[in-house]
């Protein structure tokens, strides 16, 4: 469960974002809204520790995250914890899928989980090209593949920045079902940031900003 | 997966960057351990044909080419000197001990030396089998000798005159071996030792031979009597060498022999001295080069690597926010560096010894010396840390970026 309270950042003193609160259960998912330079990105980052806020309160599971600060001790406790989808699927290009998906256990300091990487992959459709470069694999095949990756540690928390941009519909269908399906099966919170209408139906709780 | 795995999965990534990084530094090291190689080889081959050789006598000309057909039997002699003046040498008391050489034959290109058994006992040869020689026209071969000839004991062979295969053969008097032996690294190797006698008789026989003919091809012969020779005081030798009983003749009998004789005396150490700093510019000038080479080498890796950080900036960030430390991908970007240095340093290694291989054949051909010592050299210890140094220097400059990354805006953008 994360929930957010007045959270406050300013990249410099005339360019301020103050974000409505937020709460988001376990087990439940979070679409939050918002056009072009609403600060969908930085409040993602907040949620993600990438950037610190201001002010404000940030609490995980009840516990509060100004520990789990962007430094780099907290880092590990961090990537453990939040699970993170990015805008466009990005990888360690010289690494294969299955690396690129155990790579989360081993940067995060977790015993690498082969055959839980296997079962995500085949669960997300992509088992097949486990053994393929990531930049070999369409679009979709990508942001399934960063999908497996941010579930690879069972975090708490699991965080997509425009997951579906550049998909198109039954591609963005296919990976916003398998968000919702996966992050419910090992009990994290979902939140997604987006100004893609086409997953509004699929997100019967919102947030706009 | 390990870092390792992820450095050495980023080196294949970029094949053809890491193969001219790998190619550079495969080049200069090759280089400079073949230089080393061959300056050990060398010296150990010089040094080990000098020890206890103070001097040579030889009729005048250049001391260098006295020195190196003397001792190493590589160049031609300066020409011959009387038997007479040799002995009265003998009697020096700073003279301990003196070894006459008499060449000028061969036989399929190995060199006939007339001399005395003390020559076999200076360079510690030991007989593989046989006996020595002990008379006129019996010789003892040296191990390289009787491999590439495949002469056996009791076979006979004919001479052929001067130092190459090319000479007009003595063909009606003929050489028959009473031993081989064993090969100890030395000159000896490549000699077909005999009597000093068997040279007088093989040329006496000749110019009786071509005095009956009314006409002589040996200058140094020219306008004697062809019977004079058997007069002990008119025989001649080639050179000779000499070791002192103290350093004190060192310091008089050169200049003694040179001003009052009509030999030459020349100093094995000042000669090859002499030799190795002449050798030593281009030696000086093919180090500094590699060194050169080595350190566009690691301009190379620098260049790849800051090349491949900027598009790598994302999956940098990418790292750090999975939960990498900075000083972790700072070490993953290092051990891409060293990785590199390391098959450099291999590869270049081999390269050296191929270089060797190819080297002394071709010496072994021109020369009949063999070079092939493959073994590390100390010297080559301090290459890899240099290596290593170029390696971790030339990745750790771009890497350091890695610490100036900003995640949130990295991130961000794209």
């Given at each position: 469960m994360i929930v957010c309270k007045n959270l406050t950042f300013s990249y410099s003193p005339t360019k301020k974002f103050s974000f409505p609160d937020i709460q988001c259960n376990d087990r439940e998912a979070l679409l939050i809204l918002g056009q072009s330079g609403t600060g969908k990105t930085t409040l993602l980052h907040l949620l993600g520790l990438l950037l610190t806020p201001e002010s404000g309160e940030l609490l995980l599971n009840g516990q509060s995250l100004r520990s789990l600060s962007a430094t780099e001790a907290a880092g590990v406790r961090r990537a453990r914890q939040i699970g993170i989808i990015y805008q466009r699927a990005h990888f360690v290009r010289s690494l294969s899928v299955l690396d690129n998906i155990l790579l989360a256990n081993f940067l995060a300091d977790q015993k690498q989980d082969k055959a839980r990487a296997i079962l995500l992959a085949e669960q997300l459709g992509i088992g097949e090209h486990l053994a393929k470069k990531p930049h070999q694999l369409s679009q979709g095949e990508q942001q399934r593949v960063s999908i497996a990756r941010a579930l690879m540690n069972n975090p708490a928390l699991i965080l997509a920045d425009e997951p579906t941009a550049s998909l198109d519909d039954v591609n963005c269908q296919k990976v916003v079902e398998l968000l919702k399906q996966q992050s419910l099966s090992i009990g994290a919170s979902l939140v997604v940031v987006t100004h893609d209408r086409r997953l509004t139906d699929a997100f019967p709780k919102q947030v706009r900003l | 997966m390990n870092l390792l795995h992820i450095s050495w999965a980023n080196i294949k990534e970029k094949k053809l960057n890491s193969f001219l990084s790998g190619l550079l530094l495969t080049f200069g090291i090759g280089m400079i351990s073949l230089l080393l190689l061959l300056d050990r080889q060398l010296d150990a081959q010089f040094k080990r044909n000098i020890k206890g050789i103070d001097m040579v006598v030889g009729a005048k000309g250049s001391p260098l080419q006295l020195i190196l057909s003397s001792i190493y039997q590589i160049d031609a002699p300066t020409g011959n000197i009387p038997l007479a003046e040799v002995n009265k040498l003998k009697m020096n008391p700073m003279v301990k001990t003196i070894i006459p050489l008499s060449m000028g034959d061969n036989h399929k290109g190995f060199r006939i030396v007339g001399t005395t058994a003390q020559y076999v006992t200076h360079f510690e040869a030991k007989l593989a089998q046989g006996a020595l020689f002990s008379t006129t026209l019996e010789t003892t071969l040296g191990s390289k000798v009787a491999e590439a000839t495949g002469l056996k004991i009791g076979d006979t062979f004919a001479s052929a005159h001067?130092?190459?295969?090319a000479g007009e053969a003595h063909a009606d008097v003929l050489y028959k071996v009473t031993g081989i032996f064993e090969a100890n690294?030395?000159?000896?190797?490549?000699l077909i030792l005999t009597d000093l006698s068997s040279v007088w008789a093989m040329h006496e026989h000749e110019e009786s031979h071509e005095a009956s003919e009314a006409e002589s091809h040996e200058p140094h012969t020219?306008?004697?009597?062809?019977?004079?020779?058997?007069?002990?005081?008119e025989k001649e030798v080639t050179s000779a060498l000499i070791k002192f009983r103290s350093p004190m003749g060192l310091v008089a009998l050169p200049r003694q022999i040179n001003a009052n004789t009509s030999m030459q005396a020349a100093l094995p150490s000042i000669e090859i001295n002499r030799l190795f700093s002449l050798l030593g510019v281009g030696i000086d000038t093919l180090r500094a080069l590699a060194l050169v080479i080595i350190l566009i080498a690691g301009v190379s890796v620098f260049v790849s690597l800051y090349n491949s950080l900027k598009e790598r900036k994302y999956e940098m960030a990418l790292m750090l926010s999975m939960g990498a430390t900075r000083t972790r991908l700072f070490g993953m970007l290092l051990l891409e560096g060293l990785m590199l240095a390391l098959l450099g340093y291999a590869a270049g290694l081999m390269l050296s010894r191929v270089g060797l291989w190819l080297f002394s054949r071709a010496a072994e051909q021109d020369f009949h010396y063999s070079l092939a010592d493959f073994g590390l050299l100390s010297g080559e210890l301090y290459l890899l840390a240099a290596a290593l140094l170029v390696g971790v220097m030339a990745a750790a400059l771009p890497s350091l970026g890695v610490y100036r990354l900003n995640l949130s805006r990295t991130l961000a953008e794209d």
């Open positions: - | 001067g130092l190459d295969e690294g030395s000159v000896i190797d490549q020219e306008g004697e009597e062809p019977h004079a020779h058997e007069a002990e005081d």
